[in-house]
């Protein structure tokens, strides 16, 4: 992700996580939400109850939506001063159109627009969490089929999400034009089909420990390694770079995320999980992975900070465009901001963010308790 948007995908440090044809950290983002809030919220449910798990759910949905609240205006901010080509975004003609779009959600920038499709995703999962506890996941995952075949078939305009009303509704704001401002402007996300990603993964998360699915990765990760290759070789020459390029579009689309994209994510993921989940095993000692670990276990964290500094940078630090070894400095520091937040998090048991004022606050007043009773003795 930081490699894609800071670097380029087709970068030298951008190629090496963007090799595999029509994988990104996008997809894998939404398929690992799905699986993780399967996993986490099943055993809520199972231990603390409806009432706290639906609290927690109500708590994440704050979080994202002030999480993606906080790069709207960011974006707003930088195009009002000037800086719109680092959005790619239409400026807006004043604060007051710029921050009702912000609370609306409506100013999605480049690189910091995928947390309004997790925010729809996460409230949809409310009602499905029902369904998984009756034992009816296979009801859930027949739904999202079906809806993900309908959506490569025909998708009405509510289908997608855009990243705003558009340019004529900028230039001239209408606030009585509720459709436009709901659906008008550039295509981004077909929800409908995306959910692929998300909601089979919800079940597979779900069930995860009753299956021992991460043993069962492990086990059989030679096959999906051999898998994974041959899909790579397969998805390259036929379509990539193949006789078949002139259907790509058809077979492979970005924002209707057509069914090569899910082929190949899935396949991709399943075989990346199994070894990472191998070399933990056996690299536990050394630690190496570390940094992979961290950060990925505060992605939120790292996409938000990862989205500000996307356009804080250019504009406070180096101006864009950037030479290659300024990019390649540029990305590696912005990672490595990633993960010494999250670190700092972990530091400071920061398992909350809105406790962390709360939490540097007492540890402050500790420290200077402590260097005060030294002082006395």
């Known amino acids: 992700m930081v490699a894609a948007h800071f670097a380029g995908a087709k970068s030298w440090l951008g190629r090496p ?42 708590k994440r949905l704050v979080v994202l939506y002030l999480c993606q609240l906080l790069i709207c205006l960011v974006a707003v901010a930088a195009g009002l001063a000037g800086y719109y080509d680092l959005v790619k975004l239409r400026p807006v003609n004043d604060a007051e159109t710029g921050i009702g779009l912000s609370l609306l959600l409506r100013y999605l920038p480049s690189g910091g627009d995928i947390l ?5 995703f996460l409230a949809a999962a409310g009602l499905m969490l029902p369904l998984l506890k009756r034992g009816l996941g296979w009801l859930v995952l027949l739904g999202s089929v079906a809806l993900y075949a309908y959506s490569q078939i025909n998708s009405p305009a509510w289908f997608f999400i855009t ?6 509704w900028i230039g001239s704001p209408d606030w009585s034009d509720w459709w436009t401002i709901a659906f008008g402007g550039l295509d981004i996300q077909n929800w409908a089909a995306w959910q692929i990603m998300f909601f089979p993964a919800l079940v597979l998360g779900w069930y995860w420990r009753r299956w021992k699915v991460d043993e069962w990765l492990v086990r059989r990760l030679p096959w999906l390694l051999l898998a994974a290759t041959v899909g790579w070789f397969v998805l390259y020459f036929s379509f990539k770079a193949g006789p078949w390029h002139h259907i790509e579009y058809k077979v492979a689309d970005k924002v209707d995320f057509r069914i090569a994209r899910v082929f190949a994510s899935w396949l991709a993921v399943a075989a990346i999980y199994g070894t990472f989940a191998w070399l933990l ?3 536990r000692r050394r630690n190496w992975l570390r940094p992979l670990i961290m950060t990925g276990a505060r992605s939120l964290d790292s996409y938000v900070l990862q989205a500000v500094l996307l356009v804080a940078i250019p504009i406070f630090l180096v101006a864009r465009p950037w030479s290659w070894w300024m990019t390649g400095l540029i990305t590696v520091g912005v990672f490595g901001l990633c993960w010494l937040w999250a670190e700092f998090r972990r530091a400071l048991l920061v398992d909350k963010l809105h406790r ?15 260097r005060r009773s030294r002082m006395n003795r």
């Open 356 to 370: 962390l004022p709360v939490i540097v606050a007492d540890r402050l007043r500790s420290t200077v308790v402590h």
């Open 116 to 120: 309004l499709m997790y925010l729809v």
């Open 17 to 58: 996580t963007h090799s595999y044809p029509y994988v990104d950290g996008m997809a894998a983002f939404v398929l690992l939400s799905g699986l993780v809030l399967g996993i986490v919220y099943g055993g809520w449910i199972a231990r603390r109850g409806w009432g706290f798990t639906y609290r927690r759910l109500g």
């Open 163 to 168: 990243s705003s009303p558009g340019r004529r």
């Open 281 to 283: 095993a056996h690299l």
